[in-house]
């Protein structure tokens, strides 16, 4: 578990906005909560047991596997949403691909755009959950 307060607001921020995405979203705010809450559990296992220089491939494969998650989920339901968190995904990848290729270690300015990367995410997810929420009680009031 981190012990920055900065790093364990963050996580708890994303447990927010997940929560949020899971209790008052649609289908689509649920599946993406979840493969978030899965991608940032799997994070900080893979951070804790897998020696470093693995864990940033991990890190890097995860990011992967998450941003095709949204693409698929993306052309599923089309909700403008998904695909700027999948865009944002496709940046966060490429930050990790950067740094993997240049052979550079993770500094202030990798942490620094990887976290506002992963809060825009969040920040996606809790638009198209209200969004969805908003969409579903004016449906409620005109039927």
């Known amino acids: 578990m981190p012990t920055s307060p900065l790093v364990q607001m963050l996580l708890a921020l994303v447990v927010a906005g997940c929560a949020f995405g899971l209790w008052k979203g649609g289908r689509p ?3 993406g909560a979840g493969i978030i809450l899965l991608n940032s559990a799997l994070t900080l296992i893979g951070g804790n047991l897998l ?3 693995s864990s940033y491939i ?3 494969v995860l990011d992967g596997a998450t941003a095709v998650g949204f693409l698929a989920m993306t052309l599923m339901f089309g909700r403008m949403w998904l ?3 999948m865009l944002i995904y496709a940046a966060q990848f490429a930050l990790r ?3 993997l290729v240049m052979d550079r270690k993770p500094d202030l300015l990798h942490a620094m755009i990887n976290n506002a990367n992963f809060m825009a995410i969040i920040l996606c997810i809790v638009i198209g959950t209200a969004a ?3 969409a579903r009680v004016r449906r ?3 039927g």
């Open 140 to 142: 409620r009031k005109a």
């Open 83 to 85: 695909g700027a968190a």
């Open 132 to 134: 969805a929420w908003r």
């Open 29 to 31: 705010e649920r599946l």
């Open 58 to 60: 991990f890190g890097l």
């Open 51 to 53: 020696p470093s220089g």
């Open 97 to 99: 691909s950067y740094y």
